[in-house]
C-alpha cells in the first residue's frame, strides 16, 4: 500500500512556522486528509528533496518555484497561492534629502539592498531598474545578505534597507511593497525623511509545488483541503493571519516571467 | 466610476503620516460595499492606497485627477467586519444630575445568552471576528444576572461608608472585662464570616461574562462591603482593651463547605439568603444589646449593607427558579448535602453563644445571665422564623422552607 499522507516541505524562517503548519495539518486532518510536514532551514535543500522525491509539495518562494519549473522543464504541477502572493510589487524608497529627482540620479548615489535572494527586496527591483536605463555599475550597493537561504521571507534586509535609509548610511533602497505599507500602516515610518519613490511592475510571490508524478488523489486532496480554509472561522484565521493570507487562490504562472528574466540575466539560477 | 457615498480629503498627508487615521474610520462608517472618495494630494498614496486595500480586503476602485488632486475611490471590504449594531446617538437620562447603571441596562439590556468569544469587550460595542474563546462559564442571563441589579448597584454605590471616620470611635468607654472579652469574641466571629462572604463571591467574579457586567460591578461593591465590615470589627474588638476571641472548628467548617461551592446560583443561595439573611438578625440582636453606640452604629451599617446583599441572593434565586424549576431540587440538594457535611459540627459555636448570652445580660450577674439566655434561645428562634419566611419569599413550599431552615447550618453563614 503506498504512503496517502501527503508529506509537505516548508521551510522554517521563523518560529511561527510550527503552529502555523501543525494547525494546517490538524485541519487537513478534520478534511479527513492526511497530511504531515518537514521543515527544512533551506529552500535550496527543500527544491532538492522535491526533486529527488523525498517530499510531496513544497511550500516555496517565487525563487524557489522558478527553480521547480525550470529542472521539471514546465511540467511542474502548481497547486496554490496566497492572495497575497499576487501582484506583489517592489518599491524604490528614498530619502527626501537625496535630491533624487529621476532613476538616473541614483547613479553615484548608495542604494541599500536586501539579500541577493531575496525576489522583493533585491532581484526584481535591479531588475526593473535595469529595465528603466539605470546604470547599476554606476550605483554603490549596500547589501544586506541576511538569512540567505531563506529567500527574503524573514523580511530582515527589508527593515536593515529602511533602516539605513533612516540613518541616512544610502540615499535609496529597495524593498517589496508589503513591508512598506505595513510598516506606514503600525506607524513605524518617518513620513518627513522617507518616501517612496518609484514601484516596479507587479510579480507573483509563493507557490506550492508537486513534481508531475504526484498521484491525483493526493492533489485533489491537497486542494481540496487547503480552498477549504475560511477567514471567518476564528480556528482557520488565526492560522491564516500568521500565515499573511485571507484566502488561498488557485495558482498562475504569468506573474513569474519578469523573475525568470531576472535570473537568466543575472545569471543566478 | 461608481458615486461614492463619502468623501473625505487628506491633502499631502502620507498613508503613514496621517492618512489613514482619516481613512480608517471614515471606511469604518460604511456598510460593506459603501464607496469613498478620497483626496489627495500626496503622489505616493497612488501606490500604497492599492497595496493596502489589498492587504486589508477593501477594494480599489481606481483614481482619477481632480485639479491638483487624485481622487482615489474605495469601496468598504467585507473582511474582519465587526459583529453587531452600532451605537449611535445615545443620550442617557440624567437624574438630578447623576447617569445610573439602571439606565445604562434599561439601554443597553442583557441579551438571553452572552458569546464567549466576545472576550472582554463591553456589552453594546461592535466585536471584530476571530478573537479568541474566554473561560467564562456563566454565558446565560437567567442563570446570573436578575432583573435588577443595576438598580442594586446604584443603591450599593449610594450606600458607600466610611471605616475611619462614619464610626464615633472616641465615645468607646472603658467596659467591665468579661462585656468587653465577648464584644471582642462577637467581632472575631461576624470578621471570619464576612471573610466567606469576601471570598465566596470573588471566586465567581471572573466567570461572568461581561455581557451581563452589572452583576460583577454589583459583586464588587459587595466585595467592598465586607472589606468595610472585616475593617470595622476588628478595629472595634481592638479599640477598648480587648481582642480577638477565638475560631471556632466549627465556623471554620461552616464556612470551607461553603467556599467550596462551584455554582453560582448554589452559593448565591447559600451564602446570601441562609447565611446572609440569617446574620440580618444576628447584627440587629448586637445592635439591640451592644454597650455602646459606636458599636451599634456600626453593626447597624454593616446590616444596611448585608440587607443589599441578601436582596440581590433573593433576587438571583427567584428569578433562576422562575425559569428553571428544576433548580428547586438542586438547592435542596446543596443544602442537604452541605447539613450531611457539617452533621458533626455541633450547635452554635460555645464561645459565639456565651458572648451573645453575656452581651444580652450586659454582664455576668446570674439574674442577667438568665435574661440573656432567653434572649439568645428566642435570637434562634426568629432566625428559623425569618428564614423560612425568606425561602417562602424565594419560591419554596412552607414545607420544604421549614426543612430548609431546619437543616441550615449552626454557625448561621
Known amino acids: 500500500m503506498p504512503d496517502e499522507t501527503i508529506l509537505l516541505g516548508a521551510v522554517a524562517y521563523d ?52 527553480r521547480i519549473r525550470k529542472r521539471t522543464e514546465g511540467t511542474s504541477l502548481s497547486l496554490g497561492m496566497r492572495d497575497s502572493d499576487r501582484d506583489f510589487k517592489a518599491r524604490l524608497i528614498v530619502r527626501k534629502d537625496a535630491g533624487i529627482k529621476k532613476l538616473k540620479d541614483l547613479e553615484g548615489k548608495i542604494l541599500a539592498v536586501g539579500s541577493r535572494d531575496s525576489t522583493q527586496a533585491r532581484i526584481l527591483p535591479l531588475h526593473f531598474l535595469k529595465k528603466e536605463g539605470v546604470d547599476l555599475g554606476r550605483v554603490k550597493q549596500l547589501a544586506f545578505d541576511t538569512d540567505l537561504g531563506k529567500h527574503g521571507d524573514t523580511g530582515t534586509s527589508e527593515l536593515d534597507v529602511l533602516k539605513a535609509l533612516n540613518e541616512g548610511k544610502a540615499q535609496a533602497g529597495t524593498l517589496g511593497d508589503l513591508i512598506w505599507v505595513l510598516e506606514q500602516a503600525a506607524g513605524r515610518i518617518d513620513t518627513k ?49 500568521l500565515e499573511g493570507l485571507k484566502q488561498w487562490m488557485p495558482p498562475r504562472e504569468e506573474g513569474y516571467a519578469s523573475l525568470t528574466a531576472a535570473l537568466d540575466d543575472q545569471k543566478y539560477w | 466610476m461608481p458615486n461614492a457615498s463619502i468623501a473625505i480629503n487628506a491633502g ?19 456598510e460593506v460595499g459603501g464607496v469613498l472618495a478620497l483626496l489627495s494630494s500626496n503622489a505616493a498614496a497612488r501606490d500604497d492606497l492599492p497595496t493596502w486595500c489589498k492587504v486589508e480586503k477593501h477594494e480599489y476602485l481606481g483614481c482619477e485627477k481632480v485639479a491638483d488632486a487624485d481622487r482615489h475611490l474605495i469601496a468598504r471590504g467585507g473582511f474582519n467586519l ?25 439601554t443597553i439590556p442583557h441579551a438571553a445568552t452572552a458569546d464567549p468569544a466576545t472576550g472582554l469587550a463591553p456589552r453594546g460595542a461592535r466585536v471584530e471576528p476571530g478573537g479568541p474563546e474566554y473561560p467564562f462559564t456563566l454565558n446565560e442571563r437567567d442563570r446570573v444576572a436578575p432583573p435588577d441589579v443595576a438598580q442594586l448597584y446604584d443603591q450599593a454605590v449610594a450606600a458607600q461608608w466610611n471605616a475611619q471616620t462614619d464610626i464615633a470611635w472616641a465615645k468607646i468607654k472603658p467596659l467591665p472585662r468579661a462585656l468587653e472579652t465577648a464584644v471582642g469574641q462577637l467581632m472575631t466571629f461576624l470578621a471570619e464570616n464576612e471573610l466567606s462572604a469576601l471570598y465566596l463571591p470573588s471566586k465567581f467574579i471572573a466567570r461572568i461574562h461581561p455581557a451581563y457586567v452589572e452583576v460583577g460591578m454589583f459583586l464588587s461593591t459587595q466585595l467592598m462591603d465586607e472589606s468595610r465590615h472585616i ?16 475560631s471556632s472548628a466549627t465556623t471554620s467548617a461552616s464556612l470551607h463547605s461553603l467556599l467550596m461551592l462551584e455554582d453560582f446560583t448554589e452559593a448565591a443561595f447559600l451564602l446570601s439568603v441562609l447565611g446572609e439573611g440569617t446574620f440580618l438578625d444576628l447584627l440587629r440582636f448586637i445592635e439591640d444589646h451592644a454597650p455602646d453606640e459606636p458599636t451599634a452604629d456600626l453593626v447597624r451599617r454593616a446590616r444596611a449593607d448585608e440587607t443589599r446583599h441578601v436582596h440581590f441572593g433573593m433576587s438571583h434565586v427567584r428569578h433562576a427558579l422562575a425559569t428553571d424549576p428544576s433548580l428547586y431540587g438542586r438547592l435542596e440538594n446543596a443544602v442537604r448535602k452541605r447539613a450531611a457535611t457539617l452533621h458533626n459540627a455541633g450547635g452554635v459555636p460555645a464561645a459565639v453563644q456565651d458572648s451573645l448570652t453575656v452581651l444580652a445580660a450586659r454582664g455576668t450577674g446570674p439574674a442577667g445571665i438568665a435574661r440573656g439566655h432567653d434572649k439568645f434561645a428566642e435570637l434562634l428562634h426568629v432566625m428559623h422564623e425569618n428564614r423560612v419566611k425568606r425561602l417562602i419569599t424565594a419560591g419554596f413550599t412552607p414545607e420544604q422552607s421549614q426543612t430548609l431552615s431546619d437543616l441550615h447550618t449552626p454557625n448561621f453563614m
Open chain 2, 82 to 106: 465587526p459583529r453587531g449594531e452600532r451605537e449611535h446617538g445615545l443620550r442617557l437620562p440624567l437624574r438630578d444630575g447623576k447617569l445610573m447603571a439602571a439606565d445604562v441596562l434599561a
Open chain 1, 15 to 66: 518560529a511561527k512556522v510550527v503552529p502555523i503548519w501543525e494547525g494546517i495539518r490538524d485541519h487537513f486532518r478534520e478534511q479527513n486528509v492526511a497530511m504531515d510536514f518537514c521543515l527544512f532551514s533551506n529552500y535550496e535543500r527543500q527544491v532538492e528533496s522535491l526533486l529527488a522525491g523525498h517530499i510531496d509539495v513544497a511550500w516555496n518562494t517565487p525563487l524557489a518555484h522558478v
Open chain 1, 193 to 241: 525623511k522617507l518616501d517612496s519613490f518609484w514601484t516596479t511592475p507587479g510579480f507573483d510571490h509563493c507557490m506550492f509545488d508537486a513534481l508531475p508524478t504526484l498521484s491525483n488523489a493526493k492533489a485533489e486532496g491537497f486542494k481540496k483541503a487547503l480552498f477549504a480554509m475560511k477567514y471567518d472561522n476564528p480556528k482557520h484565521r488565526r492560522l491564516l493571519d
Open chain 2, 12 to 30: 499631502p498627508l502620507p498613508l503613514g503620516g496621517g492618512l489613514l487615521a482619516l481613512l480608517r474610520p471614515a471606511l469604518d462608517a460604511l
Open chain 2, 231 to 246: 475593617d470595622v470589627f476588628l478595629k472595634r474588638a481592638r479599640a477598648n482593651g480587648g481582642g480577638l476571641g477565638v
